[in-house]
Structures are given as C-alpha cells and as structure tokens.
C-alpha cells in the first residue's frame, strides 16, 4: 500500500522530470541528479521510495508522512500513534514504535502504511500476536528489508544480494561515504523482497552460541518418558506417545542427512538445522523425505510407530547441538 500523498508526489516528480526533458546532468543546475539512484527504469515502490528520500531535493514539495486513519473512538486499545517523523532534523530512515497496551501487529502496521511482512522482518519478530508492552519495533517507512551490517558486508554484495540498484541503497540510507560501512550498522533496502511473515521462524542458536528455545513439537502426545538417565543408561530424546501412523513435523528448517534404518532407532531421519544444530526422529513406521532434501519447519518427514527398540507406538525425538543431546524440553516451543 502506498500512501496517496507519497503517490502524488512522485507523479509530481515524473512530471516534472519530462518537462525538463529528463533528469539534467550534474553540473546542469542547482538539483544535483547524480549518484542519487534517481531512476525511471525501477519498479514503482523502489522508484517513489528513492524520490520521496531524495537527498539533495531542497525544494521539494510538502510530503506528509502517512497518518493513521481517524477512527471513530471506541476502539482506544488499538489506536497507535504513530511516532512523527520530523523530515528535516531526523533523517533516519527507520522509525521506533513503542509498543502500548492493547496494541496489535496489525494496528501498528496500520497506522504506520506499511505491511506486516516488513515489520516482522525488521524486528525478527517470529510470532506475531506476542507483542511485549514496551517493547520497542523498527519502523520502516516502504516496504523493504532492514539490513544489519555484518563485519566484511559491502554495499556492492549487500545490494546484489537483495538485488536492488546500489544507488537507491545510496540514497535513501544518505550515506556519505558508501565505501566504509561500520559493523551493526542498520541500512532500510527499499523494495528488497520481503519474506512472509507467517514463514518466518526463530534463529535456533543466539549470537552469543547459545540454542536457543526455538524448536517446534514435531508431534504432539504425552511424555511417555523424558531426557535423561533412564534404566541405568542415558536416554538421549523424549518419547512422545502417539499412535502408529501419526504425522511427523520437522522442529525446525533444516536439510536430511539420514533417512532410514538405523538399528535401536529403527526408522530413524536426521536432520541437519545449520550450527552445529541437529534434531532426529526415530522409530518411525514410514519416511517421507530423501537425504540431501531441504525441509520447512513443519513439514512432514514421516508417520511415527514403533519400529527399532521400542516397546509402544511412540516417537523418539532428539535435539543435539554440537554432538551432543540436550534436553529437548527445554528448548520446544509451547
Ligand atoms: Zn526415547
């Protein structure tokens, strides 16, 4: 959704533009149209985001930042005010909302004009209805992604990456100097893709190397018997008693590295979730996937049985990290 003034004004500027007889060259006036990333050939969300950030416009005209819809009261809860952007002295690119009691994803989308994709995809937000009172979410003003600088990112390779002209990156970011870009840094790719939101899901490990709790239930049933030492010897998973036939779920992305017969496992897939992070689902009565396939969080692997040394229909369900069996309690979401 573009907001209609940002509309108009960008109609403005392709007006204005072929009065001219296109864009004049650097040294042809006082709008410098060079390096600005000022194109005619992007698509329209790329083309308005660049203009209505155009650095150098000094004369531009007025360009009001969306205003939420006035609502007809009653609906307190999920009125949000969104933060003014204040054009001149705050070039930032990216707003902050703080999030206030009642407020919904979905309001604050609405009151700021922008899609919920690219709200997620900016916050790293994983689940949507679980806003935290306080909690404060970037903002961008088109649609696009927010970028992290990561220590060696260039801007070449970042915009190849998302496949945007590196000029409009230039110019709606108003970097100076292109060519040093600082770790952390935080740059908006307008027009980037955006991922859906609904398929988005939570980094399994931190920063800091952490796993983290991040793993879906691949099925859901009672614990039959938990992590840990169990008749003398460890048991390295939590069995989860369902009966034969039920659908498995991967717990996470990740790719098969093992599908098949594996002696006490019995039918037994592995899969490999990048990290050091592997999850494995044993006793199964049927697999569905092949090694070497990519899989979605989610995504049937297989139906759960009693095959190997088990003695019920149950699945057996491991998370590993770094080789090693961790306690998968601790880290499925609810
Ligand atoms: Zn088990």
Not at 33 to 53: E, P, Q, V, Y
Request: aromatic share 8%; hydrophobic share 40%.
């Amino acid at each position: 959704m573009k907001s209609e003034p940002v509309m108009i004004f960008a109609l403005f500027c392709a007006l204005y533009a072929v009065c001219l007889g296109g864009p004049p060259t650097a040294s042809g006036g006082n709008e410098d149209w060079s390096g600005t990333g000022m194109s005619f050939t992007l698509d329209n969300n790329t083309m308005i985001a660049s203009m209505a950030r155009f650095p150098q416009w000094d004369n531009r005209p007025e360009v009001t930042e969306p205003k939420p819809e006035e609502e007809n009261g009653e609906t307190a809860a999920s009125e949000v005010a969104p933060v003014e952007a204040e054009e001149e002295s705050d070039p930032s690119p990216i707003l902050i909302h703080t999030v206030q009691k009642g407020e919904t994803l979905w309001d604050i989308a609405k009151a700021y004009n922008i899609d919920i994709d690219t709200i997620a995809a900016a916050n790293d937000l994983v689940n949507l209805n679980q806003l935290r009172v306080g909690q404060k979410l970037n903002i961008l003003k088109v649609k696009g992604v927010l970028h992290t600088v990561a220590k060696g990112d260039n801007l070449w390779d970042i915009a190849k990456k998302y496949n945007v002209d590196v000029k409009v990156i230039i110019a709606y970011n108003r970097l100076s100097d292109p060519e040093n870009l600082q770790p952390n840094q935080q740059l908006v790719i307008p027009g980037a893709k955006v991922p859906k939101a609904a398929n988005r899901q939570p980094a399994l490990v931190s920063a800091a190397g952490k796993l983290q709790k991040a793993f879906y239930y691949p099925v859901y049933g009672r614990v039959s018997s938990r992590f840990g030492p169990r008749w003398g010897r460890m048991h390295e998973g939590m069995d989860l008693a369902v009966n034969t036939g039920t659908p498995v779920k991967a717990a996470a992305a990740g790719r098969v590295t093992f599908a098949g017969s594996n002696s006490g496992y019995g039918l037994l897939v592995k899969l490999d979730h990048g990290n050091s992070v592997e999850t494995r689902y044993a006793h199964l009565s049927r697999i569905s996937v092949k090694v070497g396939q990519q899989i979605e969080a989610g995504q049937v692997i297989g139906y759960s049985g009693n095959t190997g040394n088990s003695t019920g229909p149950h699945l057996h369900f491991e998370i590993r990290y770094k080789g090693k069996a961790v306690d998968p309690s601790l880290y499925l979401l609810k």
